[in-house]
Antibody
Framework: QVELQQSGPGLVKPSQTLSLTCGIS??????????WNWLRQSPSRGLEWLGK?????????DYALSLKSRITVSADTSKNHVSLQLSSVTPEDTAVYYC???????????????????WGQGTMVTVSS | DIQMTQSPSSLFASVGDRVTITCWSS??????LNWYQQKPGEAPKLLIF???GLPSGVPSRFLGTGSGTNFALTITSLQPEDFATYFC??????????FGQGTKVEI
């Protein structure tokens, strides 16, 4: 059974860097069948995809354009976890942050679509001094 | 980015009711559409993939339909454990993956 366990501080000061970790059990962060993603959820922004990392002979990352200058998503194969770093945070970055696995689902007569099939428990992060 | 819009934002229903939630995309996404259920304090859970596919373990009372820009999630007979918030998500042009704003199903 695959599980994602998030860890990291729930309070970050403005202008500092938000850092969260997502520990993976039951799967490998280097698995070529999926990608490891970070999302956040707030009343004002709803569910927002932030970025991902994935391994296909080498490591790749993709980020939401609005965050590209501030975000890093990376993998640590020795610890089998994925990390999120978001720099220069403001109160607008206050949200529940989730890590999630994306894999492709399909079936007879159906398209094959990327789905968020597994989620971490979520971490409420407040940006405040 | 593809915008996803859901209607209604909330609804009141009773156990046994047939409930339908709709989702529109700002451009055609074929059937690259997923639905998720989220209960308070929990992460979203995959409910429907590819507009009408049912993942293993999801009850058959959840029915997904639609293609192009118009989609619907129907709960054929609402159960007590179905009171939650439901989100649609497009997987046609990514990144980014984009979500609807959610529909809260309340008693």
């Amino acid at each position: 059974q695959v599980e994602l366990q998030q860890s990291g501080p729930g309070l970050v000061k403005p202008s500092q860097t938000l850092s969260l970790t997502c520990g993976i059990s039951g799967d490998s962060v280097s698995a070529i069948s999926g990608s490891w993603n970070w999302l956040r959820q707030s009343p004002s922004r709803g569910l927002e995809w932030l970025g991902k990392t994935y391994f296909r002979s080498k490591w790749y990352s993709d980020y939401a354009l609005s965050l590209k200058s501030r975000i890093t998503v990376s993998a640590d194969t020795s610890k089998n976890h994925v990390s999120l770093q978001l720099s220069s945070v403001t109160p607008e970055d206050t949200a529940v942050y989730y890590c999630a696995r994306v894999v492709r689902f399909g079936g007879t007569g159906l398209v094959t679509v990327d789905t968020f099939d597994l989620w971490g428990q979520g971490t409420m992060v407040t940006v405040s001094s | 980015d593809i915008q996803m819009t859901q209607s209604p934002s909330s609804l009141f229903a009773s156990v046994g009711d047939r409930v339908t939630i709709t989702c529109w995309s700002s451009q055609s996404i074929s059937t690259y559409l997923n639905w998720y259920q989220q209960k308070p304090g929990e992460a979203p859970k995959l409910l429907i993939f590819a507009a009408s596919g049912l993942p293993s373990g999801v009850p058959s009372r959840f029915l997904g339909t639609g293609s192009g820009t118009n989609f619907a999630l129907t709960i054929t007979s609402l159960q007590p454990e179905d009171f939650a918030t439901y989100f649609c998500q497009q997987g046609f042009i990514t990144p980014p993956w984009t979500f609807g704003q959610g529909t809260k199903v309340e008693i």
